[in-house]
């Protein structure tokens, strides 16, 4: 992180997609597009950093015009704009297991991601706001045995609980208890607690990202809004969250621009780059 930006130090700009880069009805707006091309055009890379897998992002990446790997499922993928996995993280099958039972026993809806799908045992009113997102569709599986051996391949999974921050974190101390250090815990919104495989991060896969292009993390600008974009700000050369972010995100940012409904991070990259 750094007190001062230098334009020209900037090669690489990593946004994360929902309240972010989105506004608040899940629109691209058209200032945010046009920025985001001319930085392109000036050959700066830009590319996105999500909780999101690859099915998901691929519209908006595709709209973009994006030509750089992706950062997928909170830096547990890293894919190609055709899909091709680069890298992946996977949570293993013996842990995805314990998961499972424990979210039974505390009656907490799960979501896992396995390749480019997201699954669910059944639709809740839990999950039916995930569908507020417009680029989540997830499939209906009945029972997670039904998956079978494909429970050893997820990447990613999410525990749900629209009704209780608290108990979501005390479902996180139990998973503790049971399975240890073995996953990355973060509460990326008040009713989403993540899960995915040690060492998978957003700032990990941004490091390792940087590694594949021969880039400095002091050559990136980072932008995000929530708790899992954390340490992405904190890595990244220069951090940048947004008046609507949470508390924490903003706190660890180096600057905060205005709302993803006032297309902030557009507004300050004309304003730093002179577009």
């Known amino acids: 992180m750094q007190n001062t930006i230098t334009p020209e130090k900037i090669k690489m700009l990593v946004f994360d997609i929902d309240g972010t880069l989105l ?4 629109v691209l707006q ?11 055009e000036k050959g700066i890379l830009v590319t996105i950093a999500t909780g999101k897998n690859w099915d998901a992002v691929r ?5 973009l015009e994006i030509r750089t790997p992706l950062i997928l499922s909170n830096g547990a993928l890293l894919a190609d704009l055709e899909g091709t996995f680069e890298e992946k993280m996977t949570i293993p099958g013996e842990v995805m297991r314990s998961i499972i039972r424990i979210c039974r026993q505390e009656d907490k809806d799960l979501v896992i991601y396995l390749g480019d799908r997201v699954y669910i045992e059944h639709m809740t009113y839990d999950l039916s706001f995930l569908e507020t997102f417009g680029s989540v569709n997830m499939i209906e599986v009945g029972e997670w045995e ?3 051996d494909k429970l050893s391949d997820v990447h990613k999974c999410m525990a749900v609980d629209r009704a209780s921050t608290k ?19 973060c509460l990326a919104m008040p009713e989403i607690l993540d899960l995915t495989p040690k060492g998978a991060t957003k700032g990990a896969g941004l ?7 021969g880039l400095s993390l002091s050559n990136v600008m980072a932008f995000g809004d929530g708790n899992n ?39 300050f990259l004309e304003y730093l780059f002179d577009l």
Request: with cysteine; charged share 25%; aromatic share 2%.
């Open 207 to 213: 490091t390792r990202l940087c590694e594949r292009l």
């Open 23 to 26: 506004d608040s009805e899940q």
């Open 167 to 185: 108990q979501l974190m005390e479902l996180e101390k139990g998973l503790r208890a049971e399975v240890g250090d073995v996953l990355e815990y």
């Open 30 to 40: 058209e200032q945010t597009r046009t920025v985001l091309k001319q930085c392109q």
């Open 229 to 267: 974009d954390i340490d992405i700000l904190t890595e990244a050369g220069v951090g940048v969250s947004l008046a609507n972010g949470m508390t924490q995100a903003k706190a660890c940012a180096d600057l905060v621009v205005p709302s993803n409904d006032h297309s902030g991070p557009a507004q």
């Open 146 to 148: 039904s998956l079978g």
């Open 59 to 63: 519209p908006l990446a595709q709209h």
